[in-house]
């Protein structure tokens, strides 16, 4: 079995630590060591996941701010969640970020709205549906589209504003 000096070492240590390669048998190095290398891997992946998801979520929330019918603070909320499971240093920007930080911290501490978002979301909303009118849509659809703005609405403003707003 080969080895090589960890990090730590200094040059002419007598510690030297296992080095586990590619071209290293599985029975020189050991059951553990490779189960190791697999959790490590498949943690890293994982973790790879997270940032991705939490990359995509942040597009769609940047995509909100200048696409009326897409919703920004859920996404951002979701990319604050998948960024604290993926990268550290990611969410902690995120959240102190001056634009998309304080949303995200009323939510998460308060489990508040603000009433601005309360009021940017509700004519949003009614707007989303004057335009699908305006473009002629059917009633049917006029109405699934309603019913679930309702809904949305409906948590929205039942949601507490913020201590201080």
Same mark, same amino acid.
């Given at each position: 079995?080969?080895?090589?000096?960890?990090? +730590?070492?200094?040059? @002419? #240590?007598?510690?030297?630590?296992?080095? !586990?390669?590619?071209?290293?048998?599985?029975?020189?190095?050991?059951?553990?060591?490779?189960?190791?290398?697999?959790? +490590?891997?498949?943690? @890293? #992946?994982?973790?790879?996941?997270?940032? !991705?998801?939490?990359?995509?979520?942040?597009?769609l929330a940047l995509a909100g701010i200048v696409l009326p019918l897409v919703p920004t603070t859920p996404f951002l909320l979701l990319a604050a969640w998948c960024l604290a499971r993926g990268s550290r240093r990611w969410h902690d920007w995120l959240i102190s970020h001056p634009r998309f930080g304080p949303p995200i911290r009323q939510w998460s501490e308060h489990r508040a709205i603000s009433r601005t978002g309360k009021m940017l979301a509700g004519v949003g909303m009614l707007g989303a549906v004057a335009v699908t009118a305006a473009f002629g849509a059917t009633a049917d659809i006029l109405l699934i589209q309603a019913g679930v703005m309702g809904l949305v609405a409906l948590f929205i403003f039942t949601r507490p504003s913020p201590p201080g707003a």
């Open positions: 079995m080969q080895t090589r000096a960890s990090g +730590a070492d200094m040059p @002419g #240590s007598q510690w030297r630590r296992p080095y !586990i390669g590619y071209d290293t048998p599985i029975l020189a190095v050991g059951r553990t060591a490779v189960l190791d290398r697999i959790a +490590a891997a498949v943690e @890293g #992946s994982r973790r790879l996941l997270w940032r !991705i998801a939490g990359g995509l979520a942040l597009a």
